[in-house]
């Protein structure tokens, strides 16, 4: 490359082309991937137009998790590209070796993309046990990882959970644009939240799509203050009288039980009901995963009942463990919409009901934006489908 001269016979450089700033914006990401979802890392490695970074993960005799990174990653921002599946657990612990061997590697920065989080759902104190997701944000945080990128946390106060920042992209605009485009005369759509702890996800869409609302609440409500917690067992009875007892004029005043702290009242939850009119009306469930299938086949059953004339179900991840294609296959269902967070293709051969969206662009932009330190607040308002 010539250098020119000015007038004043200072060094000049040259001007750079458009494909040698390009270049350059890219020339520090590194792309590399477990084994959790390889298409969804190329896909979006290849919206990019970089190529994925070389890195092989593998597993020993003895189950131990082996990585080797082929390429250097010394001053480089690398992006590993990781999601939660039925496998979750090796998935975690491929994600903090990569990142940890990336840091021991002098890389600038590690951005774990996660679209879907692992263990999102034990996000609450239950019984005598631990919020696992507190514990395995801070096992992200100790690996490397400076950034984290995922997609619709089961709870958003879960970023809380972490000392590095977490952007919690949104899969609504997807679907809603899936809902209007794909489903037929969708003006006649009531959008169903299948317990009351969905109502309020289910409400944004039906105020974006200018919908009515329908909530199943009953029987087959599942919430975590539902559960038994096994703190619910009475304090000893004291029949010992206190060393100073209240005078007469503040024993008026005060309000006494026999039997020292009260119980808790057990709830009794009504029949399973339908909050809201389906009748004659399509009816789209939504949710941030499908997993256990049964809720929503019992849900489904229920729409049908009442009149429902098609049955959509509509979800950020779709996991869909055990039997769930099969269940949703019998099932009075018509479709199930999940984006491709996590590898199903397995499930789509068992069951023709499933359809993916794709989200590679989302996350692509994500990484872009992150690495030219631009806002991430346009990806929450304006995200669409062109490419």
């Not at 020339?27 to 477990?34: A, E, F, L, M, R």
């Not at 005598?128 to 997609?151: D, E, F, Y």
């Not at 499930?347 to 023709?352: G, P, S, T, Y």
């Not at 590679?360 to 994500?366: D, G, N, P, Q, V």
């Amino acid at each position: 490359m010539l250098l020119q001269r000015n007038k004043l016979g200072s060094v000049r450089p040259p001007k750079r082309c458009r494909s040698d700033m390009d270049n350059t914006s890219t020339s520090d990401i590194v792309i590399i991937n477990g084994n959790s979802h390889p298409d969804l890392a190329n896909m979006v490695a290849e919206r990019m137009g970089i190529k994925n970074g070389g890195c092989s993960v593998f597993h020993k005799s003895n189950r131990e998790t082996i990585v080797e990174i082929s390429d250097s990653v010394r001053g480089k921002d690398i992006y590993i590209i990781q999601t939660g599946t039925k496998d979750a657990n090796n998935n975690i612990m491929e994600l903090l070796i990569m990142a940890y061997a990336c840091k021991t590697s002098s890389a600038r920065s590690i951005v774990g993309v996660i679209p879907y989080l692992p263990y999102s759902k034990q996000c609450k104190m239950r019984k005598r046990g631990c919020i696992v997701s507190k514990l395995l944000a801070k096992m992200m945080c100790t690996s490397g990882l400076t950034h984290i990128i995922t997609m619709d946390l089961h709870q958003k106060e879960i970023q809380g959970f972490f000392d590095i920042p977490v952007d919690n992209l949104r899969a609504s605009p997807f679907l809603l644009q899936y809902i209007q485009e794909s489903i037929p005369d969708y003006r006649n759509s009531v959008i169903v939240a299948r317990n009351p702890g969905v109502a309020k996800k289910a409400n944004s869409y039906a105020e974006r799509l200018r919908l009515g609302l329908a909530v199943i609440h009953g029987e087959q409500k599942e919430t975590d203050a539902d559960e038994v917690d096994g703190r619910y067992s009475p304090p000893p009875t004291r029949n010992s009288t206190p060393q100073h007892a209240p005078s007469s004029s503040t024993r008026q005043r005060t309000t006494s039980v026999s039997v020292g702290v009260p119980e808790h009242i057990v709830k009794v939850k009504p029949p399973l009901t339908i909050v809201g009119d389906v009748s004659g009306r399509i009816a789209i469930m939504v949710d941030d995963l499908i997993d256990d299938v049964q809720a929503f086949v019992a849900a489904a059953e229920m729409l049908k009942e009442h009149g429902a004339c098609k049955i959509y179900v509509l979800a950020t991840h779709g996991l869909l463990s055990s039997d769930a294609p099969r269940q949703l296959d019998e099932s009075p269902i018509d479709e199930i919409v999940v984006t491709n967070t996590i590898p199903h293709e397995i499930q789509k051969l068992q069951c023709h009901k499933i359809k993916t969206i794709d989200i590679s662009i989302l996350i692509a932009e994500a990484i872009r934006r992150i690495h030219n330190k631009e806002s991430m607040s346009y990806l929450f308002r304006n995200v669409t489908l062109e490419d």
